[in-house]
């Protein structure tokens, strides 16, 4: 009894094994490109997704609105600009894609 339920158990731990890989890599959209350092993103009403870029450098900090981001060509548009920026490079950014 006790090895069926051992074999059970590693069948069982094999299949979530082989199945999160496969969810992990799931399919990706990119939303808005060209973000400069961005640092962090919010929902807000009537889905709206907003994100904080650090900028890259002296006053190019700012807040970018997303109007209804799962469409095609999203509305933008920034609602806070000339921000304090502490972010690097845009140029030695490693990627300024925002996926969802």
Sequence with gaps: MKKIIALLGVCLLLSVLSVT??????PYTVVLDGLQSPRGLAFGPGGRLYVAQAGSGDNTG???EIRNPWAANPAVQDV???LLSFGAD???SPST????
């Design 21 to 26: 890989p496969a969810f992990a890599a799931g």
């Design 80 to 82: 806070a600009s000339g």
């Design 90 to 92: 845009v140029n030695s």
């Design 62 to 64: 700012k807040v970018t």
């Design 97 to 100: 894609e925002f996926r969802s």
